[in-house]
DNA sequence: TTATTATATTGCAATATTACGATAAAGATT
DNA sequence: AATCTTTATCGTAATATTGCAATATAATAA
């Protein structure tokens, strides 16, 4: 097939499952990174720092921002990207949820592999 | 093309995107809370749980076990698998990496959508 | 040994993703 | 207006993912 059949899972699950996904490539977590280390966050300048074409790294931003880990605003001839706490806050209560099972059940088997 | 160009992009950065790539997958992120949810690591029963044929299941699992979010063992004719803490605190690490850029830099930009 | 049970693998079809050249769109510059 | 600059979209080829039926594998039960 190649259709994940979202219809038959959680509103939760497929959206985590889709803001894992857009940062499912190496492209786009450079992009994250490189979205942190500048101070400012116009990013003209995203496709020089990246190993790929221009049109590839838009739809890299394109992606990015359907899955709402980045916003942006129209900025003259130039798009101004930066992330959005909102989003990653979703996936980040995730972890926070799987630590806290985690810690109260201490697993004891699995040792193995 | 369809391959990703995982040679230009560091180590760390490929990495990341392979967890988030594993989790980015609705049926992935079920198995993952019905782990959570289950006090006995022991899973045999995932098949019943999720609205896919057992092959497809077997997939998903495999993906989250090379991906290093689950591990597991032989257990007679069943299979004990449960979250590996390591991988998903990878994950973690990056977040809060995030947040610590953020909250020092209190972005004022990309306020409008 | 012969079922039975549970998970893995194979093979294949349908769909999605990735990448980029060519081109379009739109504001800025001259 | 004509040109430059920057980002987006289109079209397309190569590859990956998803899902399942059929089958294989392996331990257990009879």
Redesign the interface.
Known sequence: MGA???D???EK??Q???I???????????I??YL?SV????CGDIVNVL??AQPTVSQHLKELKNAGII???IEGNAI????N?ET?SI??AF?S???N??QN?K?N?????
């Open positions: 994940s059949k979202t038959h899972f959680t699950q497929n985590l499952a889709a894992a996904k857009a940062l499912g490539h190496p492209a786009r977590v450079a994250i990174e942190l101070d400012s966050c116009i190993p790929l916003k942006g605003n101004c990207y930066c992330i706490e990653l996936l980040q972890f949820h799987i630590n099972h985690l059940k697993s088997c699995c040792y193995i592999i």
